[in-house]
């Protein structure tokens, strides 16, 4: 069975990814949080986190959003490496590398337990399907 990791109060996780969501950069706090060493997370999905538990509604959005130049905030269940899993408040948002390529940052902190269960309301009425 898997169990929760929670982050504590000062963690920060930061990836970068490219616009087709592969991942050029993972902070310390993200790959010790996941469990994936740095070269593990380079030139991999960011789909690598992805919880099954989470709708695919929530990452279309996500998509929707930062495709067209918006900024995407909420709250996310991600997976580790050996199946446990841990709740962030994510902000992703497009920015352009200092080489003229778009992409995308995310910036994760600690979700409280009010706003994870809120979520886990929110997110059992969603279909999974969509």
């Known amino acids: 069975?898997?169990?929760e990791i929670?982050?504590?109060d000062y963690a920060f996780l930061v990836s970068e990814t490219?616009?087709?969501g592969i991942i050029n950069f993972a902070n310390d706090d993200f790959c010790k949080i996941a469990g994936y060493g740095l070269d593990e997370l380079i030139g991999k999905h960011h789909n690598i986190v992805?919880?099954?538990d989470m709708p695919k509604n929530a990452f279309k959005d996500l998509w929707a959003?930062?495709?067209s130049n918006g900024i995407w905030t909420g709250y996310v269940k991600n997976k580790t490496k050996n199946g446990d899993f841990y709740w962030v408040y994510a902000t992703v948002y497009p920015f352009q590398n200092c080489?003229?390529?778009?992409g995308y940052i995310s910036c994760r902190r600690k979700a409280s337990r009010a706003e994870i269960e809120q979520s886990e309301i929110l997110?059992?009425?969603?279909s999974f399907n969509n």
């Open 65 to 67: 959003t930062v495709k």
């Open 1 to 3: 069975m898997s169990r």
């Open 123 to 126: 997110y059992s009425s969603i």
């Open 99 to 102: 080489y003229g390529e778009n």
């Open 50 to 52: 992805r919880h099954p």
């Open 6 to 8: 929670v982050l504590d």
């Open 18 to 20: 490219n616009e087709k």
